[in-house]
């Protein structure tokens, strides 16, 4: 353990004493924000510790948090520190047999909940053991609810500050091959992550940012509650689905942290608005396109931004190239639950770089064998909970994190993913095909939004694909021949155990409420292709087919 680092506690009490008057989180009620500055942040925290020992919870038991971000999920957060918790954060859009199956895993005796879109179904999960404390939004019935809290007990001060190898949460991963395993984390590997992160991205109290991807997740809960903590900077909050773009142009953010399914959203946005063939004339004019890229960022609510990032799923090189011509160099990132989300890094941004994930953050080290990635930091997770035969397996001798996914590292120490060793799979053939890497071809098309590659005991393997919306809207025969296209040139550069059958059109959008993708907007490869193995699994002779037609 390094000693210099300190916990998030002792960073709140720092920020309280030398700024305790400054506005810390921004949080949208409608339309207008409701501010909370540091020393605010603070009071509340202590009085939802005081409230919990009040209702007779002991330090060390385990207390769940299910809400969309808001000010009072960071809230919620120091306070279960203050108090000695352990917190169990669920994805607000996990069903409700997730929810159950997390609580009892944790075996978590109460649970916040706060802003959610699908509350009633929701609250079929939560037994009656587990003590219901609800923020004050608009979601399931409670016990407690947020105003009662604040003034039920004596706010907790003289709370002790964590020993930092003792555990501060339990995060769940995002279930994309089975049930969530539960990533024990102490204080010191989230701690140490986010100083890194702060020293690596030198992020400082004039910074902006906007949390919006969900705090359950490990990426925004160390990049963005983390790096705010450890870097004294304000954090603004979204209102709804349809007020983010409102709401990202008012945080004007310095730092955004995103996935590619939104920047390939934005992208399509923008082109739709201007005319493609029109935004490459405008864009390659270098007078003009100078303007026209500012405003464009400002339209974006990006025009501040300094650090822009993309992480949790592959992203086509074509699209940091456009992103370039713009003005905006998007720094790819590689982490996961089980390593506090900093592993792997391009940043500074090196254009050269595109297609690979950067390389080893600070103090973090790599190694790849028999293809495999793997992985050493301070931030590693304990081990996961109550599964100690998973947690050994997953450890090399030397303590490296066996990380699942293959990799390639060139000759600058650059990584480039390859795969997921659990995503291959066999076709009649006998050989594995590896469909991450043909996945990422087929994106480089852009009528393509998203595509899965399937195909075990297939005499081919086949590509599933969702159509952008724009390629929905156009004609038929001419997304064929540019589906044709590409199939054409990926098949004549594989192997030919690997060349693609055909590509079938999905008629049902894949999104988390059909289980489709992960909370992260993974695809889930297993669940795809149970769906849809036998629908394709006559395709051959490099078809293109819509699943409507067949």
């Not at 207390?63 to 918790?85: H, P, Q, R, V």
């Not at 940043?347 to 064998?369: D, L, Y």
């Not at 009649?428 to 098309?445: D, M, R």
């Not at 149970?530 to 087919?545: P, S």
Request: aromatic share 10%; charged share 20%; glycine share 6%.
């Amino acid at each position: 353990m390094d000693e210099n680092i300190k916990s998030p506690l002792h960073m709140l009490n720092h920020w309280v004493k030398h700024k305790g008057s400054e506005i810390y989180l921004r949080q949208p009620i409608n339309g207008v924000y409701i501010n909370f500055t540091w020393r605010q942040v603070k009071q509340q925290a202590e009085q939802i510790a005081g409230a919990l020992r009040h209702l007779g919870f002991r330090p060390g038991e385990n207390i769940a948090i299910l809400s969309k971000n808001c000010a009072e999920w960071f809230i919620t957060d120091l306070a279960l520190m203050m108090g000695g918790y352990v917190s169990v954060p669920i994805y607000p859009t996990a069903n409700a047999n997730t929810i159950q199956y997390i609580l009892e895993h944790s075996e978590s005796r109460a649970i916040f909940v706060g802003k959610l879109d699908s509350w009633k179904e929701q609250a079929t999960a939560i037994g009656s053991e587990v003590m219901r404390l609800s923020m004050p939004y608009e979601t399931m019935e409670s016990q407690y609810h947020w105003p009662q809290l604040i003034n039920l007990g004596q706010p907790l001060t003289n709370y002790a500050m964590p020993s930092m190898e003792s555990i501060m949460t339990i995060i769940y991963t995002s279930g994309s091959t089975g049930s969530p395993k539960g990533a024990v984390h102490s204080y010191s590997s989230y701690s140490w992550a986010a100083t890194a992160i702060t020293q690596d991205l030198n992020t400082l109290e004039e910074d902006r940012f906007l949390s919006y991807l969900p705090l359950s997740h490990i990426t925004e809960r160390v990049y963005i509650e983390g790096t705010s903590i450890y870097s004294g900077c304000t954090v603004c909050f979204t209102e709804t689905p349809k007020t983010f773009i409102t709401d990202l142009k008012r945080a004007s953010p310095t730092l955004f942290v995103s996935v590619p399914r939104l920047w390939t959203l934005f992208q399509k946005n923008t082109i739709e608005q201007v005319g493609l063939s029109k935004l490459n004339l405008l864009l390659s004019i270098p007078i003009v396109r100078f303007f026209v890229a500012r405003k464009i960022r400002a339209e974006l609510g990006l025009s501040e931004a300094r650090i822009v990032g993309c992480g949790s799923a592959p992203i086509a090189p074509s699209t940091l190239k456009w992103y370039q011509r713009i003005g905006l160099n998007i720094s790819e990132a590689w982490g996961m639950t089980e390593n506090s989300a900093y592993a792997i890094i391009n940043h500074p941004f090196k254009s050269s770089k595109i297609g690979s994930v950067g390389h080893a953050g600070i103090g973090c080290e790599i190694k790849v064998v028999e293809g495999e990635l793997l992985f050493r930091s301070l931030g590693l997770m304990m081990g996961y909970y109550k599964q100690p035969e998973a947690t050994s397996a997953c450890f090399d001798d030397q303590g490296f994190f066996r990380t699942g996914d293959c990799a390639k590292i060139d000759n600058e120490q650059y990584v480039y993913i390859t795969g997921r060793i659990k995503d291959n799979f066999k076709t009649s053939k006998g050989k594995y095909v590896a469909p991450v890497a043909i996945e990422k071809q087929l994106l480089k098309n852009d009528h393509i939004e998203l595509t899965c590659v399937i195909g075990t005991g297939l005499n081919y393997p086949i590509s599933l694909v969702q159509l952008t919306e724009a390629a929905e809207k156009g004609r038929k025969e001419d997304v064929r021949l540019s589906l044709k296209s590409t199939l054409e040139h990926i098949n004549n550069e594989l192997e030919s155990h690997e060349i693609l059958g055909g590509i079938m059109i999905v008629k049902e959008k894949w999104d988390i409420d059909n289980d489709a993708l992960t909370p992260t907007l993974k695809i889930k490869r297993h669940v795809l292709e149970k769906r849809y193995l036998k629908r394709v699994e006559h395709l051959r002779g490099w078809t293109i087919v819509w699943e409507e037609d067949m």
